[in-house]
């Protein structure tokens, strides 16, 4: 018998039988390739400190902690966020309004949009971009998910085999993803006309007049930096009807609110914004993939529920702070107590030499990983007020104090394209990046967020690469961006202005509802002052 079983979490988990599937002498092929994965991200003696209620890298680390101590600082990152209730921040819908007004300036003066005007909190406003903090009663968030349950809810036909191998495809086809930024990102949005068509357009019509005009001081400063206390939060949400046809949740006795018994999701219920196509019902939390621009490329983040189905497929998963695991819990190998290899096995179709397959579309329990809460972590949490409670104190919200916040589980940080020797940095949570896991990275698919003198996407996918992968899933872009993305080389001409890593541009719409196939009906006066932090 090759695996051995363990029940917990709601599924079912497998882990390596000590001495099984290990070449005779040593470890086995994904083993060793695992050495691309298996980082130590953290520099020694990396810590959290809380300063009146905020966490951030104390000692040595910290005026280099986000790049020095990449694991700690999304700790400490997610703590802020989570107390700071990020649940109520901007959200795209808001920050890029569906019937934009033009931002005011010296030639328009009404009408329009003014970040200096004095907020109504009783009055959100609908056509220039908003902080939904700064409004009471806060403004609902939609619930319009990917997909729509319906009948047997789960039935892709040719696809079932595919939704088997890799279920993480299969909740991001159906989840309801929202993306809240906070004040710091909101505020600049807002100022340097980034929420339209028309503002995009205008930074790209700008960068490209100064060239020609041989100011190339005036092209730079005219390049979208937003300011080091910018921050986005990435939440992947899915309908209950979806985990319970998924059997990821259950009912549970002495509540009205089905979930995992042994490791709760964090809930919410969700009534819609009340626009069209609204799915109101009760939705979980699976996974969070964060930035916050304390480096030039931001540092990134992926977090995951730790009953997700495939939790560290593919690329294992990476945290030197929060959790240690078991260093031998897969025989054959040891990776240390910050990486959790991906499940392997032998092919047995061979009769001699058989090479090591992955095992897909499992639970990754603590039970079998041997997942423990880092002390410095459980300091945090306590510290911050973080999952406090026994129990859920009010399933209909999220809250600080749920308990719920100790099922979550750091899938891996990313704070440069390549590592120091170039190989390629990647990382891909199971709903987030579903079907090309093992391609995605968040910097290099960010990276190529950027609008043209149309203030349009200028590349045909998010992050898209040419190739497919086994499943036919489209891969994406891996390493540092290309040239090619963004320069007319031999003018030079700025093809694609880059927004600084943030795809809330694919929201932008015109001001002027006429405006068709991207193309506005008109572009302001292009903005001339340097626009950096």
Not at 90 to 112: E, F, H, K, M, R
Not at 331 to 339: E, L, R, S, V, W
Not at 423 to 430: F, H, K
Request: charged share 15%; glycine share 10%; proline share 8%.
């Amino acid at each position: 018998m090759l695996l051995k079983q363990f029940i917990g979490g709601g599924g079912v988990v497998l882990a390596l039988t000590a001495g099984m599937a290990v070449a005779e002498g040593g470890p086995n092929g994904l083993q060793k390739f695992m050495l691309y994965r298996s980082y130590v991200q953290d520099a020694p003696g990396c810590s959290v400190v809380v300063q009146d209620g905020t966490a951030a890298i104390g000692g040595a680390n910290a005026a280099s902690g986000a790049a020095t101590c990449p694991d700690a600082f999304a700790w400490a990152q997610l703590t802020n966020a989570v107390t700071q209730e990020f649940w109520n921040w901007g959200i795209d819908q808001t920050v890029w309004p569906a019937s934009p007004l033009p931002l005011c300036s010296a030639s328009v003066t009404s009408n329009c949009c003014d970040p200096d005007a004095a907020i109504d909190p009783g009055t959100q406003p609908t056509q220039c971009p908003v902080f939904r903090a700064d409004y009471d009663p806060i403004s609902p968030l939609p619930a319009k998910p990917n997909g729509t349950p319906s009948g047997s809810v789960i039935n892709h036909r040719g696809l079932v085999s595919a939704d088997k191998i890799d279920p993480g495809r299969l909740l991001r086809d159906l989840e309801l993803e929202l993306v809240f930024r906070n004040k710091a990102m909101v505020d600049y949005i807002y100022r340097h006309d980034l929420y339209s068509r028309e503002g995009l357009g205008a930074r790209n019509r700008a960068q490209n007049a100064a060239i020609d005009d041989g100011d190339i001081a005036g092209a730079h400063g005219l390049t979208v930096r937003f300011p080091s206390d910018a921050v986005m939060v990435k939440a992947d949400f899915l309908h209950q009807d979806i985990l319970l046809d998924q059997k990821l949740i259950q009912p549970i006795e002495g509540s009205d609110v089905p979930n995992n018994p042994d490791y709760p999701y964090l809930t919410i219920y969700l009534e819609g914004d009340g626009s069209d196509d609204q799915v109101p019902g009760w939705y979980y939390m699976l996974a969070m993939t964060n930035a916050s621009k304390n480096l030039p490329i931001w540092h990134w983040y992926a977090m995951e529920h730790v009953g997700n189905l495939g939790r560290c497929d593919y690329i294992g998963c990476n945290d030197s702070f929060g959790y240690a695991a078991n260093p031998a819990a897969q025989a054959g190998a040891n990776f240390g107590t910050a990486f959790i290899p991906p499940m392997i096995e032998l092919n047995d179709d061979l009769t001699e030499g058989n090479a090591p397959l992955f095992v897909t579309a499992r639970v990754y329990d603590p039970v079998a990983t041997g997942e423990e809460m880092t002390p410095a972590l459980a300091d945090l949490f306590q510290q911050m007020g973080i999952a406090a409670a026994v129990t859920d104190p009010d399933p209909r919200v999220i809250s600080a104090d749920d308990p719920a916040w100790k099922n979550y589980r750091l899938k891996g940080t990313q704070s440069t394209f390549t590592t120091a020797n170039g190989i390629p940095t990647g990382m891909g949570a199971t709903i987030t990046e579903g079907g090309f896991v093992n391609s995605a990275s968040c910097t290099t698919c960010h990276s190529q967020a950027a609008a043209d003198k149309n203030g349009t996407s200028t590349l045909a996918g998010v992050g898209a690469d040419w190739r497919p992968n086994l499943m036919g899933y489209n891969q994406v872009s891996m390493g540092a961006p290309d040239p090619n993305w963004f320069y007319g080389i031999g003018g030079p001409t700025v093809m694609a202005t880059q927004v600084d890593f943030v795809w809330g541009i694919l929201n932008a719409v015109c001001q002027d509802p006429a405006g068709s196939h991207g193309v506005c009906t008109t572009y302001p006066d292009a903005p001339t002052e340097v626009t950096g932090n």
